[in-house]
């Protein structure tokens, strides 16, 4: 059974950093992200690796946030610098598994005061 969670949200302050993690299980694994969905809003990419490391992050992210992963542990994080509020979403994970399919987690608040 292929299992997504995440973990790692919560409430900050515009400036401050938060971490997320996402282990997925139950499969063999490719390409791994984050998206997030803020009220009212079209859920939107955020940032994918590759299972060799390449990575892709949105124009609205980069130079503050950094996403890597453990294939051991099939497991991805997000490193979110300088958070602004406009940061504030939930944040879901995607695991694309190694011979087709797509996993998605139940996601994560993360919520930025101004």
């Known amino acids: 059974q292929v299992q997504v969670a995440e973990s790692g949200g919560g409430l900050v302050q515009a400036g401050e950093s938060l971490s997320l993690s996402c282990e997925a299980s139950g499969i063999r694994f490719s390409a791994m992200g984050w998206y997030r969905q803020a009220p009212g809003k079209q859920r939107e990419v955020v940032a994918l690796?590759?299972?060799?490391?390449?990575?892709n992050i949105a124009n609205s992210v980069k130079g503050r946030f950094t996403i890597s992963r453990d294939n051991a542990k099939n497991t991805v994080y997000l490193q979110m610098n300088n958070l602004q509020a406009e940061d504030t979403a939930v944040y879901y994970c995607?695991?694309?598994?190694?011979?087709?399919?797509?996993?998605w987690g139940k996601g994560t608040l993360v919520t930025v005061s101004i």
């Open positions: 995607n695991a694309n598994g190694a011979l087709g399919g797509t996993y």
């Open positions: 690796i590759t299972r060799g490391g390449v990575t």
